[in-house]
């Protein structure tokens, strides 16, 4: 993705302002307490023996497991909601607004959390149901299937998301300029991409940030342009955004991700595996096929996601960093990389310079000012060439 954004040309560096530092300040500290809270629920239903009393409660609705699991599930899915809800309205909604970033009202909010917790809660449940069935067939081997049906399962949802997920929540049509189309097809040619079309996305009926992406795999595989990003941005700039993701594809970032989200989800089914397998007599479990251990199973995943994040945040970063000069390679005009940045982070008030550590842990992106630096390094090297070249 194009990231998180902002910019201007020029040599000196350039402050966040204090309402941008105020909103990142808030937004974090918003994530901390969600990530705090979603650990101390799994924390007192582990501890208090609530998840095993109403694992026996589901079980007295139904003696088929899965049917039991199902009831299990709605339970745990509609507590940890109930008691998330708060938080979920203050990042998703109150924040955005204090901002000036949403134009949703109250009611489509509601509207969209609603689909997504249906769409989520069914995905969750299918995963939980799947899970629980492979432990009760194999469960010496649960894990290594889980692992295989799950990294497939996540390419065949990003294959499938353009044209099944994403009309759920958004409108899009096919772009109507037809040179700047003409122009994005034949930057997706240079870079050996097969794109199919290319969409504007109705992203301002919800929100004022811009975006565009190279959305989908194979036959579903679309560039995608936010309206938002339509209304502010020279065709030089959009291309410069563009051709950024294209040096995701260049570079193979996708295999490569697929490559890293494999070796995180083998390795955290075999964690799991060894602690649920070590607390299978804890707890009042009756087995690692208890679905009474799905809190603890979650606090483990939710653990091991956060040692592994920065190592795959400073994976992304590399990434990020190569398809930034594959775009500064591929576009005629590097200024308009910087003023595109320039515009992205106006508009999506990002942070220019995080405070290097907040970076480390929690950024996929290089900051704002680095990228931009690394535009005019570019740049200068460029010219310097070129000035050899002639003399
Ligand atoms: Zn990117």
Request: charged share 20%; glycine share 8%; proline share 4%.
């Given at each position: 993705m194009w990231g998180p954004t902002t910019v201007c040309p020029r040599e000196t560096l350039m402050e966040d302002s204090p309402?941008?530092?105020?909103?990142?300040?808030?937004?974090?500290?918003?994530?901390?307490?969600?990530?705090?809270?979603?650990?101390?629920?799994?924390?007192?239903?582990l501890f208090t023996g609530w998840s095993v009393k109403l694992r026996a409660l589901s079980g007295h609705w139904?003696?088929?497991?899965?049917?039991?699991?199902?009831?299990?599930?709605?339970?745990?899915?509609?507590?940890?909601?109930?008691?998330?809800l708060p938080l979920d309205f203050l990042k998703g909604f109150w924040i955005e607004h204090r901002y000036g970033l949403s134009n949703l009202t109250l009611a489509a909010w509601a509207k969209d959390r609603a689909k997504g917790l249906a769409l989520g809660g069914a995905l969750l449940a299918l995963g939980a149901e799947f899970l629980y069935g492979t432990m009760r067939r194999w469960p010496e081997h649960w894990w290594i299937i889980c692992a295989l049906a799950f990294v497939g399962f996540f390419v065949l949802l990003a294959q499938l998301a353009p044209v099944v997920i994403f009309p759920i929540f958004f409108k899009f049509k096919p772009l109507e300029n037809r040179v700047l189309t003409d122009r994005l097809l034949a930057l997706s040619e240079r870079a050996g991409t097969r794109v199919r079309g290319v969409f504007e996305w109705k992203l301002s009926e919800k929100s004022k940030k811009a975006?565009?992406?190279?959305?989908?795999?194979?036959?579903?595989?679309?560039?995608?342009?936010?309206?938002?990003?339509?209304?502010?941005?020279?065709?030089?700039?959009v291309e410069a955004v563009l051709a950024h993701e294209f040096g995701h594809h260049v570079h193979r970032h996708i295999l490569q991700g697929i490559a890293v989200q494999m070796a995180a989800t083998f390795l955290g089914f075999y964690v799991v595996q060894v602690v649920l397998g070590h607390f299978s007599g804890f707890f009042g479990f009756?087995?690692?096929?208890?679905?009474?251990?799905?809190?603890?199973?979650l606090l483990v995943s939710t653990l091991l996601s956060l040692l592994l994040l920065p190592a795959v945040n400073a994976h992304s970063r590399a990434m990020e960093r190569q398809a930034d000069a594959y775009a500064l390679r591929a576009i005629p005009s590097k200024s308009?990389?910087?003023?595109?940045?320039?515009?992205?982070?106006?508009?999506?008030?990002?942070?220019?310079?995080p405070h290097p550590w907040i970076e480390f842990f929690f950024h996929s992106h290089?900051?704002?000012?680095?990228?931009?630096?690394?535009?005019?390094?570019?740049?200068?090297?460029?010219?310097k060439d070129e000035i050899g070249s002639i003399l």
């Amino acid at each position: 993705m194009w990231g998180p954004t902002t910019v201007c040309p020029r040599e000196t560096l350039m402050e966040d302002s204090p309402r941008v530092k105020r909103y990142h300040r808030v937004h974090r500290l918003l994530g901390v307490a969600g990530f705090l809270l979603d650990l101390a629920i799994l924390g007192v239903l582990l501890f208090t023996g609530w998840s095993v009393k109403l694992r026996a409660l589901s079980g007295h609705w139904s003696s088929r497991p899965a049917v039991a699991l199902l009831i299990y599930l709605l339970a745990f899915g509609l507590l940890t909601q109930c008691v998330g809800l708060p938080l979920d309205f203050l990042k998703g909604f109150w924040i955005e607004h204090r901002y000036g970033l949403s134009n949703l009202t109250l009611a489509a909010w509601a509207k969209d959390r609603a689909k997504g917790l249906a769409l989520g809660g069914a995905l969750l449940a299918l995963g939980a149901e799947f899970l629980y069935g492979t432990m009760r067939r194999w469960p010496e081997h649960w894990w290594i299937i889980c692992a295989l049906a799950f990294v497939g399962f996540f390419v065949l949802l990003a294959q499938l998301a353009p044209v099944v997920i994403f009309p759920i929540f958004f409108k899009f049509k096919p772009l109507e300029n037809r040179v700047l189309t003409d122009r994005l097809l034949a930057l997706s040619e240079r870079a050996g991409t097969r794109v199919r079309g290319v969409f504007e996305w109705k992203l301002s009926e919800k929100s004022k940030k811009a975006n565009a992406a190279l959305a989908g795999l194979g036959n579903t595989r679309r560039i995608i342009l936010s309206d938002t990003l339509l209304e502010n941005f020279q065709e030089d700039e959009v291309e410069a955004v563009l051709a950024h993701e294209f040096g995701h594809h260049v570079h193979r970032h996708i295999l490569q991700g697929i490559a890293v989200q494999m070796a995180a989800t083998f390795l955290g089914f075999y964690v799991v595996q060894v602690v649920l397998g070590h607390f299978s007599g804890f707890f009042g479990f009756t087995g690692l096929a208890d679905f009474a251990n799905l809190p603890l199973l979650l606090l483990v995943s939710t653990l091991l996601s956060l040692l592994l994040l920065p190592a795959v945040n400073a994976h992304s970063r590399a990434m990020e960093r190569q398809a930034d000069a594959y775009a500064l390679r591929a576009i005629p005009s590097k200024s308009a990389f910087v003023t595109g940045m320039e515009k992205l982070a106006t508009l999506n008030l990002a942070e220019r310079q995080p405070h290097p550590w907040i970076e480390f842990f929690f950024h996929s992106h290089p900051s704002i000012e680095k990228r931009v630096a690394f535009a005019e390094r570019f740049k200068r090297r460029e010219l310097k060439d070129e000035i050899g070249s002639i003399l």
